[in-house]
């Protein structure tokens, strides 16, 4: 029995649980914590991406995860000037703040690990060349 009478969304709440479980194997089970990593994860990339990659990205998230990364979503001023490492992992830090702690480094390499497994190779890619060398190796 569908638990919310359209298939459309029951996928993407089976998707979007899955990926949670995902992040929680990296950074604990708490489902919260691992919503919240994605949010603040998301938002990061996001907002460093161009608008159009950015897009490009959003395309091939599950219908409930795309609704979490355009919430509060200002494309002007984008892609926002984020050059290094730390400051991205600042940005994420920022969007950490509700809620338990949570490490914003595991938080990124657990997110990107998650869009590297689930997002087109070549969108990968194209995100890739978006951000500095230093975030690129955050993708294997």
């Excluded at 490009?56 to 002007?76: C, F, K, M, N, W």
């Excluded at 000037?81 to 390499?109: C, M, N, W, Y």
């Amino acid at each position: 029995m569908s638990a919310t009478g359209l298939e459309v969304f029951d996928k993407t709440l089976q998707t979007t649980n899955s990926w949670l479980n995902e992040i929680g194997e990296t950074i604990g089970p708490d489902k919260q914590n691992s919503y919240h990593a994605l949010r603040a994860v998301l938002f990061a990339l996001r907002d460093r991406l161009p608008p159009d990659e950015s897009a490009h990205l959003a395309s091939q998230l599950p219908t409930l995860v795309r609704g979490i990364y355009y919430d509060g979503y200002e494309p002007a001023g984008k892609p926002e000037k984020i050059r290094s490492q730390s400051e991205f992992l600042e940005k994420v830090s920022e969007h950490l703040k509700s809620g338990e702690p949570i490490d914003p480094d595991g938080a990124t390499r657990a997110v990107f690990k998650l869009l590297e497994d689930h997002i087109d190779d070549g969108e990968i890619g194209h995100v890739k060349q978006s951000l500095p060398e230093e975030l690129q190796s955050y993708f294997h």
